[in-house]
């Protein structure tokens, strides 16, 4: 059984446009959330964590949680054809001072349309 | 920021021979270390975790004895391959913990392909 689900798409958003993504996780003692982008042949790069209920905000880059419906999402607003990546959903059980292992998503193929 | 390097970048060999990954942190203590392979199409799967001077942690479904992990120091953690066979073909990360913030990084990656 899977861990952390995401659609693996391909989600294609035209230029400009709002593109959303979304994951859920099965194990409700997890306390810290990551999006990672990783463009095809690399490793990954961290985008975005999130530890509390709610929104948080980095640039065009939005990230939502709430961890009743176990449901974190990553929102990028003004989609750039460079945001054309896989996005990664992690999720780990340890908190922001603990390094736990974390698990990751399948990932969603985003293709940012011109 | 944090600089990780992976050596080789990418790597073929012929089955039944090891291959070395070496995974330096080049200016941060990596106390934790984590390695992870990416198959094609699919997602990072965690193979084991290694605290500097002690045996690693391997996950469920990695051999051991295939995959050897040493972490002898704190800027360096390598992982072995031994006998290595064309299923073993993947995308390898090293991910090291910061040790005074705890941030993950990941490695660049190295790519092996078995023949």
């Known amino acids: 059984q899977k861990e952390v689900e995401q659609n693996s798409g391909p989600l294609s958003v035209p230029e400009g446009a709002i593109a959303s993504l979304n994951c859920t996780y099965s194990?409700?003692?997890?306390?810290?959330f990551f999006w990672y982008r990783q463009y095809s042949g690399k490793s990954p790069e961290l985008i975005m964590s999130?530890?509390?209920?709610g929104d948080k905000e980095d640039g065009r880059f939005t990230a939502q949680l709430n961890k009743a419906s176990q449901y974190v999402s990553l929102l990028i607003r003004d989609s750039q054809p460079s945001d054309s990546a896989t996005y990664l959903c992690a999720v780990s059980l340890g908190g922001y001072s603990s390094a736990s292992k974390i698990i990751f998503g399948s990932g969603t193929r985003l293709s940012i349309r011109p | 920021g944090a600089v990780v390097s992976q050596h080789p970048s990418w790597v073929i060999c012929k089955s039944g021979t090891s291959v070395k990954i070496e995974c330096r942190s080049l200016d941060f203590q990596a106390t934790t270390m984590f390695w992870y392979r990416q198959f094609p199409k699919q997602s990072l799967m965690l193979m084991a975790t290694s605290n500097e001077g002690s045996k690693a942690t391997y996950e469920q479904g990695v051999e051991k004895d295939k995959f050897l992990i040493n972490h002898a120091s704190l800027t360096l953690s390598t992982l072995t391959v031994t006998s290595a066979h064309p299923e073993d073909s993947s995308f390898y990360i090293c991910?090291?913990?910061?040790?005074?913030?705890?941030?993950?990084?990941f490695g660049p990656g190295t790519r092996l392909l078995v023949l």
């Open positions: 999130i530890y509390s209920n």
């Open positions: 991910s090291p913990i910061a040790g005074v913030d705890e941030t993950q990084y």
């Open positions: 194990d409700r003692g997890s306390q810290s």
